[in-house]
């Protein structure tokens, strides 16, 4: 009895220790304000996601990064891109 205690309470630990951390409402860019024409070249933005919460918006024009959202240890999101 003294072990399906035990092992109830490491199951419970491990399954409310590695809850995997939301990622926030980020008030990414408007893709739309990117639709247009640049020496007759389209140009867009393209939103790539990681699996860790690193979240990277990048467009086709000279691939320019124009925003990167990453995760502080406090799982709180910043743009570190300036």
């Known amino acids: 009895m003294k072990k399906l205690i035990y092992t109830i309470a490491l ?8 809850k995997k951390s939301s990622q926030q409402d980020l008030p990414l860019l408007d893709a739309a304000n990117f639709n247009t024409t640049i020496d007759g070249e389209p140009v867009a933005l393209y939103t790539l996601n990681s699996g860790n919460g690193l979240v990277m918006q990048v467009t086709n024009y000279g691939g ?11 799982g709180d999101y910043e743009d570190v891109v300036f």
Do not use: E, Q
């Open 64 to 74: 320019r990064i124009v925003s990167l959202w990453t995760p502080d240890k406090n």
């Open 11 to 18: 199951l419970a630990i491990f399954l409310f220790g590695c």
